[in-house]
């Protein structure tokens, strides 16, 4: 592992811990013990070997507080729930007392102390929990994987096109894949769309188990994949495209005793010197669609200006 992951990962673990404490009411250091321990363990996992291994090391974290934030966010609801359900109570009772004839008004008015107390702790709570509904959006918004698939998402292709764009001229070839489910709504509809996240996890794994180390694949939106394909030639680009159709439609995903076939068209294209995110993203929808059109399940590839 380089130097500067290491720094990231340490940096990433650093601002979930803050997080973690910053979210509790009265935070202990066996809390502080537990995340560390875990944080060890999710490290130790690290294959350095795996491209993706130190985001998702990264999203572990992220997922260890937001799991925090989650149990935080439960106990403040139970608590208010309980509140609200003594506050019914005392006003019930209060009503009950000013009905009637008696008279007792320091009980009446330590009744409505409770009921003030008890309604700013409402409060308080709601307010905690609104917090930390934005503090879980946050992370989310901030992750480079996808809450689903655990693939890159969209916001890390962008970022990863953009700085791939800004050098211009490469070293060596980089193709781009664009991978669109066939009939995906037909499944969801035909299924439920339980089974239609099923597929999409079922596609995920299967395309990092068909790719090499180096290759990247983000989900690009709903039922479509990106793959970039590094220091690749065309004749291997194609290579490895058709394997993928044929990993995809050979395999079968199976769910509740029911067999789920899917089959994927795929567009193909070079990255160009002056290619800018767009333009190469462009290409690639240009070859799926004609890949769509001709009866899906299949490949093709576009290039800039026909080479």
């Known amino acids: 592992m380089q130097k500067d992951d290491l720094k990231s990962l340490v940096t990433q673990m650093y601002k979930e811990l803050l997080d973690s404490i910053d979210s509790q009411e009265t935070p202990s250091k066996e809390q502080v013990i537990d995340y560390l321990e875990d944080a060890v ?10 491209i993706d291994s130190i985001e998702h090391a990264k999203l572990a974290f992220t997922n260890a507080y937001k799991e925090i934030a989650k149990k935080s966010i439960s106990s403040y609801k139970a608590t208010n729930d309980k509140f609200e359900e003594l506050g019914k109570m005392h006003q019930s009772a209060l009503e009950e007392v000013q009905d009637k004839l008696i008279d007792l008004p320091t009980i009446n008015s330590k009744f409505n102390e409770i009921q003030s107390h008890m309604t700013e702790e409402v409060q308080k709570a709601n307010s905690i929990i609104t917090q930390l509904n934005m503090q879980i959006k946050a992370l989310e918004e901030d992750s480079n994987l996808d809450g689903l698939t655990k693939v890159f998402n969209r916001r890390a292709l962008d970022r990863y096109l953009t700085k791939i764009t800004q050098k211009g001229q490469l ?12 009939d995906f709504k037909s499944i969801n509809d035909s299924y439920g769309h339980v089974v239609g996240d099923k597929v999409l996890i079922f596609i995920a794994n299967l395309l990092r188990n068909t790719l090499r180390d180096g290759d990247k694949v983000f989900r690009y939106g709903g039922e479509e994949f990106v793959i970039i394909l590094n220091r ?10 058709q394997r993928i159709l044929k990993t995809i439609s050979t395999n079968t995903l199976l769910y509740k005793g029911k067999s789920v076939n899917v089959t994927i068209s795929i567009g193909a294209t070079k990255y160009a010197e002056d290619d800018t995110p767009e333009s190469l993203i462009a290409r690639a929808d240009k070859a799926l669609y004609n890949s769509k059109a001709q009866g899906k399940n299949q490949l093709n590839m576009e290039f800039k200006n026909g080479h």
């Open 41 to 50: 363990n999710t490290i130790k996992k690290i294959d350095d070997d795996e």
């Open 232 to 241: 690749i030639t065309e004749t291997k680009c194609l290579e490895i495209a």
């Open 171 to 182: 070293k060596h070839e980089l193709h781009l894949l664009i991978l669109d489910i066939d």
